[in-house]
């Protein structure tokens, strides 16, 4: 998978996706796609990180509380039930 570096807007190639997944990690392993030849891989923050569209990486990636502030879906009440 790749993803855009957005301090230097070089395209890296993700090598650890299960720590991309991880909300729990912070940093993960990618290798920068600049030049002819393959770079080394390197440690790179989430938080620095994108999607090439510039769509920012998805909150349950990067947020390890993330379902802490979802309001609970209300449960249904008669009137509900009937109007369908």
Not at 21 to 39: K, L, W, Y
Not at 64 to 81: C, D, F, G
Request: charged share 30%; net charge negative; proline share 11%.
């Amino acid at each position: 998978m790749f993803l855009k570096y957005k301090l230097t807007g070089d395209l890296v190639e993700v090598v650890t996706l299960d720590t991309l997944f991880d909300p729990c990690t912070i940093e993960i392993v990618a290798r920068s796609h600049v030049g002819e030849e393959m770079q080394e891989p390197e440690n790179y923050r989430k938080s620095e990180l994108v999607f090439p569209s510039e769509e920012p990486l998805p909150r349950c990636w990067v947020d390890a509380h993330y379902r802490e502030n979802i309001p609970p879906i209300p449960k249904p009440t008669k009137e509900l039930l009937t109007m369908s």
